[in-house]
Structure formats: C-alpha cells, structure tokens
C-alpha cells in the first residue's frame, strides 16, 4: 500500500536555526498538507498546497514558514528562525482530488518530532 | 465550522462493541461527517466518512441521525490494538479539498 515518508523521524536544532522538514507523498495525490502536533495538544492544521502554491494557511503559519516542492516527489516545510515553542510533532499529509468522490481522506505521514533547544 | 463535542475518555474490554457519540449541533448542510483514529506518536489515520444515515466499512460503522446533529462510530469487537485517540471532524468538502479540524478526541483504552 502506497504510504507518506517523511524524514528525518527527529531533528533536534538549536533555537534560532534553520530547519527543513522533508515529506515525499504518494506518488498520484495533488494536494499536501503540513500539520503540526505539540506534546498532549491537538494536531494543528499549518498550510496546505496544491499547483505549486499555498491554497489555505493558518494563523500558525506566518512569515517564518514556507512550504515548497522542489521536484516532483519532495514536499518541504522550512522553519526559518526557530523559537523553543516550534517543538512539536510535525506530519506531512496528501490527498487526492476529492471533488468527485467528496472524500476527507487524508493520508499522514509518520511525523518528524522537532526538538528546539 | 461546525463544532463537535465528544467524550474525553473511554474504557472497554477487548471483544466488546465500542460507541463513541459526537455532538455536532451547528453542522451545515454541506458538511460531512468524518473520524480519524490516532496511535500515540503516530499520524492520524482516516476510519470512516458519512453525510447522513448509516456507513459500514471494514473497520467500523457510522451512524448519523436524520438530524445529523450528533454521530456514532461504532467499533465492533475491539481488541487491544484499538487503544487509541479517535476524533470527530465536520467540514465542507466543496473546493476539492479539506482542511482538518481536530479537536481533542475521545481516548480510547481497551484492557483484556
């Protein structure tokens, strides 16, 4: 079964650091997905992508952030300056175009756990 | 956004049918109804998906009724391995795409 990657499974950075997450989704979806998990809380949306741009972001998703696909499999998230309060789970998710069978199903990814120190 | 409500915490015994109820008194009439499930250190995993009525798949069953003001997913015979987080989201699924809501779920505790 076709499944999300993502690496590396945890990235331990100092605050202030740059950090790129790296997600590969299955290979026919068109749009992905970045959502984020901090310890005991709710998984947070961040900012989804299709066509090679940002359709939706949230308010955690500010100028520190941006998401891009480099090739035709990578889908990135970079944080730019990295704040203690960035450390959490982050996972990577895709989807098919749902308009015809109007599906919520996303696929996510194992998750990259960011530690900031 | 509709809100949903749903209890924080449940336990049961492995064999047992488990109902999780969620409350979604606001919910518009182009929303669906979906739940996810959530290992601990895991990403959320899709369950089940319904507008109205009843929805049975290989996992689990979705019970909506005419009002569509509450749900019900219903896990037949849960065994150890359903110790998880299952969470409840209502949205609209008209642009091609969709944006997840979570909230903070129902944790479900299956003892032997």
């Known amino acids: 079964e076709p499944e999300v990657t993502q690496t590396p499974s945890h990235q331990v950075t100092q605050m202030g650091q740059e950090v790129i997450l790296r997600c590969v989704p299955i290979?026919?979806?068109?749009?992905f997905y970045w959502y984020r998990q901090i310890l005991g809380q709710k998984v947070e949306f961040l900012v989804s992508f299709y066509n090679n741009e940002i359709s939706e972001k949230s308010e955690i998703f500010d100028d520190q952030f941006s998401v891009e696909r480099p090739d035709g499999s990578n889908f990135t998230l970079k944080i730019r300056s990295t704040k203690l309060e960035d450390s959490a789970m982050y996972f990577c998710?895709?989807?098919?175009?749902?308009?015809?069978?109007?599906?919520?199903?996303?696929?996510f990814g194992p998750g990259t756990r960011l530690t900031v120190t | 956004l509709a809100k949903t409500t749903q209890p924080i915490s449940m336990d049961s015994y492995e064999g047992q049918e488990v109902n999780i109820t969620c409350s979604h008194n606001?919910?518009?009439?182009?929303?669906?109804i979906t739940w996810y499930q959530q290992f601990p250190s895991q990403g959320p995993r899709f369950i089940i998906q319904?507008?109205?009525t009843k929805v049975t798949n290989e996992v689990a069953s979705l019970f909506i009724p005419a009002d569509r003001k509450s749900s019900t997913l219903s896990l037949p015979r849960v065994s150890l391995s359903d110790t998880a987080v299952y969470y409840c989201?209502?949205?609209?699924?008209?642009?091609?795409?969709?944006?997840?809501?979570f909230g903070k779920g129902t944790m479900l505790l299956v003892s032997p």
């Open positions: 606001n919910i518009a009439t182009n929303d669906y």
């Open positions: 989201l209502v949205g609209d699924n008209t642009i091609g795409y969709s944006t997840l809501t």
């Open positions: 319904g507008y109205k």
């Open positions: 290979s026919n979806h068109l749009y």
């Open positions: 998710a895709s989807s098919e175009d749902n308009r015809q069978e109007w599906s919520y199903e996303q696929y």
